[in-house]
């Protein structure tokens, strides 16, 4: 036997860690923790609404087109369908740059004021990308580690969620208070970290591990350690206030947190590595499952050598049209159109209307909630960075909990997402009736049940129609954003309050100017918003109740098992050629060995 020199060694440990599934997971991270940008329109909408003379009604129209950008992937899941993740990575990294840059432009007045059509072209491309940088590398980690998808999804949303308050951190350093900067930022960053990790991120096939929850556990330690020192950072900053020297320490802080899961996949991929070393080396016997029997045409030729006509009609795959309202069983892989017209789908759909469609309102209106409600300045930044941590909370516990309540006690995931949106009413309240410092506590509600809905969304989408076309139904799901944002943001929350703030310029005797910024003060700006607000999340709580009773049997099955058996095949497939070679060198070894001993004698 030749041992393997220790350059050798070491070339083939770094290439293990660097194609392996956990550096895939761990480059996903960091794309995820950049793609949330859309998130903190809170911080820089007033200066859109200043330099371009917007009312509240427009302003929550460039909201809406903002949400429709960030959840209308559709034509990102279908392209995904037929091409590699870094390609979806790499055209979202261009939307991004470009339609922040653009915007960016438009607020520093460096080119002449944009039609109000072209802002909201320009914010809709731009959170767009997000969910290119979602379908390249979260349903990609999804079909990766399949049995595994709450927790996966949980912390990669999580990331999402935590996106806010890390690039908060991140301009505060670079930048201090000058939040028009930050629109640029938001426009290149995200970019080049997608773009760094383009051939990273790739389906790769399935090989379950029996310690990987606890490997997802690890990854998850490190990120709460990560919510909890921004959550400190930032109850320090609000007591106290820091100096941009200060927010460069704690933003260095954060940019090593963010790297410190590579320890994780060095220590996991060693692992893997050595393992795989001792079974080439000195390989254990294995036992090879015979392959199941493929359908080949030849044994379907008669004795005239002409394929059976009537065999051959039975394996062909029936059009899509044809089995629309014919969906196979829940769990089994569903076409898109099974799925989109399924009423499993459109219970879902009406639900997460109404549930992301009020806390999305919430948080795109945190900056005028708080100015109207007599919060300082700096609160609204705060605000927004607690809706940025506790969604990051929302995602990852909604994700891990909601999988070993499943596990261990076939708790229904729609059962857990009723229980969210009934919780988000309460934020909504404390928003409509003013509870002194209410608005504090509204954000971290709000932001807990908005981050807590989209993992519960996701996986339920995943669980019920299959992984087959989950690229293209995950961004069908998300469509339900922007439709809740118009409807509640738009036509409700942004009319009343320029209503609102009408009367108040018809009291004080003013006459409002065309294009001039209208301002409310007051309770009464956001009331009757709220209320309306909470009555149709209630709703949403009835709606889903009624896909908890429908799926009460399916979840009660073992709806992880086809993936084990898949899995159990994958390693089968690989240990049938490892074991061949083991035979052959043993061959060898003997032949070798009697040579020696028949000179000898």
């Known amino acids: 036997m030749v041992a393997a020199s220790p350059g050798g060694s070491m070339k083939s440990l770094t290439i293990q860690i660097l194609t392996g599934r956990w550096f895939m997971f761990f480059g996903s991270l960091l794309i995820m923790s950049t793609a949330g940008a859309t998130y903190m329109f809170g911080i820089y909408s007033g200066d859109i609404k200043e330099t371009l003379g917007y009312d509240q009604t427009t302003l929550n129209l460039l909201s809406f087109f903002k949400d429709l950008g960030a959840n209308v992937g559709v034509l990102a899941g279908l392209l995904n369908e037929v091409t590699p993740p870094w390609f979806i990575l790499l055209i979202g990294a261009i939307l991004n740059f470009f339609g922040y840059f653009m915007i960016w432009l438009a607020v520093t007045e460096r080119i002449s004021k944009p039609q109000v059509w072209h802002m909201c072209l320009y914010i809709c491309v731009g959170a767009n990308s997000q969910s290119f940088a979602n379908t390249g590398s979260l349903v990609t980690c999804v079909k990766n580690f399949p049995e595994s998808r709450g927790v996966v999804l949980g912390i990669l949303k999580g990331y999402v969620g935590l996106s806010g308050a890390i690039i908060t951190q991140l301009y505060r350093a670079f930048y201090g208070e000058d939040t028009k900067e930050l629109i640029l930022m938001i426009g290149w960053l995200p970019a080049i970290v997608s773009f760094a990790f383009l051939r990273t991120i790739r389906i790769m096939k399935v090989k379950r591990q029996t310690n990987e929850l606890k490997v997802f556990y690890n990854f998850l330690y490190i990120s709460l350690g990560l919510a909890t020192f921004l959550m400190v950072v930032i109850i320090i900053n609000k007591l106290s206030g820091f100096t941009q020297s200060e927010f460069g320490g704690s933003a260095a802080v954060v940019i090593v947190l963010l790297l410190l899961p590579i320890i994780v996949v060095i220590l996991e991929e060693k692992k893997l590595w050595k393992e795989k070393q001792v079974a080439l080396n000195d390989p254990a016997p294995i036992n090879v499952v015979t392959e199941k029997p493929k359908l080949d045409s030849s044994e379907f030729k008669d004795d005239d050598g002409e394929e059976s006509k009537e065999v051959v009609e039975k394996v062909k795959t029936p059009s899509c049209w ?3 309202f014919n969906p196979p069983e829940r769990g089994d892989d569903y076409t898109i159109l099974q799925a989109l017209f399924s009423v499993d789908m459109l219970i879902l759909f009406l639900a997460t209307i109404c549930g992301v469609g009020g806390t999305l309102t919430a948080i795109d209106n945190l900056g005028q909630i708080g100015n109207s409600l007599g919060y300082p300045k700096r609160s609204v930044s705060t605000f927004v960075s607690l809706v940025s941590i506790w969604n990051y909370y929302g995602r990852v516990v909604s994700g891990v909990v909601s999988e070993i309540f499943l596990i261990k006690y076939k708790f229904p995931r729609p059962l857990m997402l009723t229980m969210v949106l009934l919780l988000s009413c309460a934020g909504h309240l404390l928003i409509a009736f003013n509870v002194p410092g209410g608005l504090y506590v509204a954000s971290v509600i709000i932001g807990f049940c908005f981050g807590a809905q989209w993992p519960l969304l996701f ?47 018809k009291a004080l005797g003013k006459t409002r100017v065309e294009g001039q910024d209208l301002n409310c003060i007051g309770t009464s700006c956001f009331k009757l918003s ?11 709580v009835l709606v889903s ?14 709806i992880y098992k086809k993936f084990r058996e898949k899995a159990l095949a994958a390693e089968m497939e690989m240990a049938a050629p490892a074991a061949a070679r083991s035979t052959v060198a043993k061959e060898d070894k003997d032949d070798v060995k009697g040579k020696v001993i028949g000179k000898g004698g």
Do not use: C, H, W
């Open 322 to 324: 044809t089995t629309v």
């Open 459 to 505: 996986a339920i989408i995943s669980e019920i129609f299959g992984l087959k076309y989950y690229s293209t139904l995950y961004n069908f799901g998300s469509v339900a954003s922007p439709i809740g944002s118009y409807l509640l943001n738009v036509r409700v929350a942004g009319y009343l309050y320029d209503v609102e703030a009408g009367k108040q310029y």
């Open 545 to 558: 109740m009624v896909l908890v009773i429908r799926t009460k049997k399916f979840y009660k099955s073992d």
């Open 530 to 540: 709220f209320i309306i607000i909470a009555a149709v999340t209630l709703f949403g």
